[in-house]
Every structure is written in structure tokens, then in C-alpha cells.
């Protein structure tokens, strides 16, 4: 597996990777909860890395990535003639992983077969090869990672409570990069260096300030993934080397020459997970400053009740800020 850098400066970001690298130290599962492309495979490399397995196997399985009749196989293994096409056996990735750390990337899609499996694994260190009749002791410190809503699966029935219980004994929550202020210019400018070092630029001229407000401005539904594939798409088509990139791409199946099934599809904006209907609003004003008091709470939080830190995300001045403070109570004397 390729070692990757953390990226970034925000305190969302650095409180994340601050509790992976104290949990590594620790036997311990850990469970990694995040968007798709906020970085949970690069945790649990920072997991396994700053552990004592550093030095033992990382094996990585995405669990929805093959179907639910050959998850058991692949993940407990299986010996000759267990199933049709078994033609000989084959070692589970537990087995693969023994000594050092597994990755169960996408845990949220296991069937409910997988899970009991899984389960007994955990709770006794010991796995059965499908088709074998005596298991195999392992020493596998589990890491798994969703961007699913496990607690609730629990209470729905489709994820084992027990199973939940014993491997969040730390949850890791990564946030999405739209919380994470100042990120995005820092991370564009790193991908889009290496854009221009790969095809062969002799000088990285930097992006507009327009382009860099539109990246500033877009919500990044596909995090750090999408605004790496958007920023290298943009350095590469641009043609002028001695000038800012000024042009970029978000969606790059945008096409007056699409077909008329994608073009009648709904705009990818409206399927932003976070984005919600408009409320009815009775009282303009009282909705106004009710909003307005929930961006300086959240910006108080996020920025560890730093009010100059708080105060610059939001684009106010010190003074500007305290004076919201007062207006809405939250001025602590």
C-alpha cells in the first residue's frame, strides 16, 4: 500500500489525526466514520504505522467491493472443494493480516452472515477457513472505516449492536473538507504543484484568484479525492505555463454534446447530502438572527472558542464579532 502525507492545517483536521496518533499506540479496533475522500484509508496507515505491528502486515479489504457470497471466503478463507471453483485453499485476509492490522474499508455493506463471522473473530482471535472443521488463532488488530450511520443500522436491525460495540472502542470522525477552512487553497496548490512537475512544467505558476474563489466557494461533495482529480484536470488542459491557471472544470461529464439521458438528469448540486429543503419562514427577522447566532456558535466551536480565530473565518473584524457575541448573549463576562 502507498504511503500518503496528511494535508492540511484546520483544527477539525489536526484534532483528527492528533486521536489517530494516540490511539495507534493502542491494541485496540478503531472505528473511522467520514464522507467518501475525506482520508480513512490514510488513517488507518497512520494507525497501523505508529503502532507496534508497524513492522507486520496491512492488509486492506473493501468490503463492498465484491459480492456478499464471496466476502466470507475472502475474508476467512477457504479450503479445496468448499464451494464450486474452490479448486484449492486459500487463506483468508485474516490470515494474511496475522501479526499486524486489518483495514475493513466500506464495514457497513457486510451481511448479516459476515458479521456473525466476523464477531467470533474478534471476541476469541480465532477464524474458520470455509469448509475446514478446526480454526486458525490469529492476532489481527481490526481498523474499519464507513461513511454510513452504524449506530443507527444497530437500531434498524442490519448491523449487529455487538458487533458495533466491540469495534468502536475509538471513533475516529474525519470532517468533510468544507469545514475545514483554509484547506482547500492549501491542498490545491500541493496537487496542483505536482501536476505541473509531472508533465513537465519548469515553474508552477499558481491559480487566479477567481479559480481559487470558485474552489473556495464549491461544497466538494467528493472531498479531498474530488478536489484532487478537479485541480490536476485543470492544471493539465491549461496551456499557458507562464500564466495562472484560469480555467477549471467541476463536473467533467458537462458536455453540450451529452446524451440526452445525462442532460436530463437532475444537476449534481441537488444531490449534495447536507442540502435541505427552505423552511417557511413566518418571522424574517427572528429566522434571520437565529441563523446568524448558529454560524457564530459553530464557528466558536470549531475554532476551540478562539474568538480572533473565529471571528477571522467568518470574515468580521475582532470588534465586528464581539458585537455579534453581545447581540446574541453569548458574550461571557
Not at 472544470?249 to 444531490?271: I, L, N, Q, R
Request: overall charge negative; hydrophobic content about 45%.
Amino acid at each position: 500500500m502507498e504511503r500518503q502525507s496528511f494535508i492540511g492545517q484546520s483544527l477539525p483536521f489536526l484534532d483528527a489525526i492528533e486521536l489517530a496518533g494516540r490511539a495507534a499506540a493502542l491494541d485496540r479496533p478503531v472505528l473511522v466514520i467520514g464522507e467518501r475522500g475525506t482520508g480513512k484509508e490514510l488513517i488507518a496507515q497512520r494507525l497501523h504505522h505508529l503502532s507496534a505491528r508497524w513492522d507486520k502486515p496491512l492488509v486492506t479489504m473493501n468490503c463492498a467491493a465484491l459480492p456478499e457470497t464471496l466476502i466470507e471466503a475472502e475474508l476467512f478463507g477457504h479450503e479445496a472443494g468448499a464451494f464450486t471453483g474452490a479448486t484449492r485453499a486459500r487463506a483468508g485476509r485474516f490470515e494474511e493480516a496475522d501479526g499486524g492490522t486489518l483495514f475493513l474499508d466500506e464495514l457497513g455493506t457486510l451481511s448479516m452472515a459476515a458479521q456473525e463471522r466476523l464477531l467470533r473473530v474478534v471476541e476469541y482471535g480465532e477464524v474458520t477457513r470455509i469448509g475446514a472443521s478446526r480454526p486458525v488463532t490469529v492476532n489481527v488488530r481490526i481498523v474499519a472505516a464507513t461513511n454510513e450511520n452504524l449506530p443507527a443500522a444497530a437500531d434498524r436491525g442490519s448491523f449487529r449492536a455487538d458487533l458495533l460495540d466491540r469495534l468502536s472502542f475509538e471513533v475516529i470522525t474525519l470532517p468533510p473538507l468544507r469545514a475545514r477552512d483554509g484547506d482547500v487553497a492549501v491542498l490545491a496548490d500541493h496537487f496542483g504543484r505536482r501536476m505541473a512537475s509531472e508533465i513537465g512544467w519548469l515553474r508552477w505558476p499558481g491559480f487566479s484568484d477567481a479559480v481559487m474563489a470558485a474552489m473556495e466557494a464549491y461544497r466538494w461533495p467528493g472531498n479531498v479525492r474530488e478536489l484532487r482529480n478537479v485541480v490536476e484536470r485543470a492544471v493539465y488542459r491549461w496551456q499557458e505555463e507562464d500564466g495562472p491557471v484560469d480555467s477549471l472544470t467541476f463536473d467533467p461529464f458537462a458536455s453540450p454534446w451529452a446524451p440526452a439521458s445525462m442532460v436530463e438528469a437532475p444537476p449534481k448540486v441537488a444531490s449534495v447530502p447536507d442540502a435541505e429543503p427552505t423552511p417557511i419562514v413566518d418571522d424574517l427577522k427572528s429566522a434571520v438572527a437565529a441563523y446568524e447566532r448558529s454560524l457564530v456558535e459553530e464557528a466558536l466551536v470549531r475554532h476551540r472558542h478562539n474568538q480572533r480565530a473565529a471571528a477571522k473565518a467568518l470574515k468580521l473584524s475582532y470588534d465586528q464579532f464581539r458585537h455579534c457575541l453581545r447581540r446574541h448573549g453569548l458574550l461571557q463576562t
